[in-house]
């Protein structure tokens, strides 16, 4: 079992900063891939970034330039930097850890930018 709490959410103004974190129970490099994911309102959930346990790290093109991945192995936490936020970043933003076959979800944090 895998527990992922997220945090760092919030009200920003459009052209502000944000910087999420997600907190495994585990050791990250035990992680086969480390994802985050987000839902805006009324549309699908869809991948934001990922960082795999060799540290490889993958961008969506949407968030490509804005948002940067990165982990702290010492603190078993990833983080999803997020920089120049638009209003179209609004979003229910999760965490999500691949172990083999196993898939784990954080329960999400709420980022809202206002224009």
């Known amino acids: 079992q895998v527990q992922l709490v997220e945090s760092g959410g919030g009200l920003v103004q459009a052209g502000g900063s944000l910087r999420l974190s997600c907190v495994v129970s585990?050791?990250?490099?035990?992680?086969?891939?480390m994802g985050w994911y987000r839902q805006p309102p009324g549309k699908q959930r869809e991948l934001v970034a990922s960082?795999?346990?060799?540290?490889?790290?993958n961008v969506a093109d949407s968030v490509t330039g804005r948002f940067t991945i990165s982990r702290d192995n010492a603190k078993n936490t990833v983080y999803l930097q997020m920089n120049s936020l638009k209003p179209e970043d609004t979003a229910v933003y999760y965490c999500?850890?691949?172990?083999?076959?196993?898939?784990?979800w954080g329960q999400g944090t709420q980022v809202t930018v206002s224009s």
């Open positions: 999500k850890a691949q172990v083999l076959a196993r898939v784990y």
């Open positions: 585990r050791s990250i490099l035990s992680i086969n891939v």
């Open positions: 960082v795999t346990g060799g540290g490889f790290t």
